[in-house]
């Protein structure tokens, strides 16, 4: 007999949520089909009833996790804009205590260099949400001739993903907190235009 679809819906966020944590703690490839099933208190022969693959469930993470960081990142800056906007996100983003936490609020340092080895369509997914995420950075900051919006919104998605990163494949260094304190400082030139703000 079938499982109602509030129960299979209910299995399903279970299973993502568990791969949520366990991609944030070890990566893509570092945990299995057999790790996540366990770890959301599932038998292994019921991963095929949610998805077709783990490739499949890769994706469906990936788009998870940066759909909820473009709920999350930005949560409470809504009356900024600007450099202001810009500088207070790559502080709440880069910042020692994303570094040291055991479970990290963020899988993306975690899980990037995955995709990297990963198939086109994983590739694919993370760029449409790159995509997604840029569009709505750049609805907060300005363009000139130096730079457009956008491509001040893909800038800072970078330095702030790849400072954090960073930051932590150099934990325990001095240089580690010189990356975080340089990327924090750095934020607001990249917001920076010749016209004044809107």
């Known amino acids: 007999m079938p499982h109602p679809p509030e ?31 366990k770890s959301a208190g599932l038998t292994v022969g019921g991963f095929y009833a949610h998805f077709a693959s783990k490739q499949a469930l890769l994706i469906e993470s990936l788009q998870r996790i940066m759909g909820n960081q473009r709920i999350d990142w930005p949560k409470g800056l809504d009356d900024l804009k600007g450099a202001e906007w810009l500088h207070q996100l790559v502080r709440r983003y880069v910042s020692r205590a994303h570094r040291d936490a055991d479970v990290p609020p963020c899988a993306l340092p975690a899980v990037l260099s995955d995709v990297v080895r990963g198939e086109p369509e994983l590739k694919a997914a993370l760029a449409r949400e790159l995509d997604l995420t840029a569009e709505q950075f750049a609805r907060k900051l300005s363009g000139d001739s130096r730079a457009s919006a956008r491509e001040r919104a893909l800038a800072t998605y970078a330095l702030s993903i790849g400072t954090l990163t960073l930051a932590k494949a150099t934990a325990g260094t001095k240089l580690s907190d010189e990356l975080i304190q340089a990327a924090r400082r750095v934020s607001v030139l990249l917001a920076e235009t010749r016209d004044a703000e809107d």
């Not at 819906?9 to 990566?27: M, V």
Request: charged share 25%.
């Open 7 to 37: 129960q299979k819906q209910a299995t399903h966020e279970r299973i993502l949520e568990a791969a949520g944590t366990l991609f944030r703690q070890r990566g893509f490839l570092g945990a299995s089909v057999d790790t996540v099933m």
